[in-house]
């Protein structure tokens, strides 16, 4: 394993100052976002502090994915604030996405490019300086394990070797505070339990702070400092694993808490062009 600390971003000006005056790396005050009368996500306020893993939960349609896009610039509040890394997300959208990484779920790699030309390419948009970007591509391939596949395309790569390549490609310009949207969706156990450890690396070796939905709730058990259930909008409770299940009863767990907060969200009423209106709303807002 390489000197990870080698990879800890600098603290610019405004983390700094953040970091002394004890305020959140993410701090969002009642933030909406409607959809013609759909409201999404509605007023949404959460605090999350630097160097913690915080994992956002809900079944879909609950506005996790809705939520990720507001924070990270690409999709405008209807109404609300928030803050990321010291900046509001609407009014110094560009300083919050230099101080941000985002991995969607939406595959972000280009399959006919090397691991080493995706990070190039990457390198190249967040405007790193070209002295700089050989040391700081290799920095990332070797703290993802993907060094020796640099070369390779993508398109040969595994499902777990794409996920890691995808985490090193938002870590390349060093951001303080790192977006992961169902980082191991559709990944073998094998593929999971190693991004699962380079994410715990990220926060206990380089104290990147880390914002994630999950559906799996041993992920979010094994991983999250604190996870919030959301549901039809709302954060219905917040809290560590721990407390949320030691409040829905002795020997719950974490499947037990979801289902408890969000049990309203199962109905036999409707029929086949209310499933399929509700699949495609849920799809689209995540």
């Known amino acids: 394993m390489p000197d990870t600390p080698s990879l ?18 993410v701090e969002v005050t009642e933030l909406s976002r409607s959809f013609g009368s759909l409201v ?17 939960l ?62 190039l390419v990457f390198a190249k ?12 591509i290799q920095q990332v391939l070797e703290f993802m394990g993907l060094t020796d596949v640099q070369n390779v395309v993508v398109q ?3 499902g777990g070797m794409i996920r890691r390549l995808e985490i090193a490609l938002a870590l390349v310009h060093q951001p303080p505070i790192l977006f992961l949207d169902e980082p191991t969706v559709g990944l073998d156990p094998t593929a999971r ?32 400092d604190v996870v919030a259930i959301m549901h039809e909008g709302r954060i219905r409770a917040v809290g560590t694993p721990a407390e949320l299940k030691a409040g829905v009863g002795d020997g719950a767990t974490l499947d037990d808490v979801f289902a408890f907060y969000t049990a309203d969200q199962t109905d036999d009423r409707g029929g086949y062009k209310d499933v399929v209106r509700v699949r495609r709303t849920a799809s689209r807002l995540g």
């Open 193 to 224: 339990q190693m991004v699962w450890e380079h994410i715990q690396q990220l926060r206990n070796e380089l104290g990147t702070t880390i914002f994630m939905t999950t559906h799996q709730m041993g992920e979010a058990d094994e991983l999250c």
């Open 125 to 136: 948009l967040y405007g790193i300086r070209r002295s700089l970007r050989a040391e700081r």
């Open 40 to 56: 999404a996500v509605d007023r949404l306020s959460l605090s999350l502090p630097a160097g913690q893993i915080f994992g956002l």
């Open 156 to 158: 040969k790569y595994s």
């Open 58 to 119: 809900g079944p879909n349609g609950a506005g996790k994915s809705t939520t990720i896009k507001m924070l990270t610039t690409l999709l405008p509040p209807t109404s609300g604030t928030a803050m990321v890394a010291g900046f509001d997300i609407a009014r110094r959208p560009g300083r919050v996405r230099r101080s941000i990484g985002y991995v969607p779920q939406v595959i972000s790699a280009e399959g006919s490019l090397s691991g080493y030309e995706n990070l």
């Open 8 to 25: 800890r971003p600098p603290l610019c000006e405004a983390q700094a100052e953040s970091a002394q005056n004890g305020k959140a790396a």
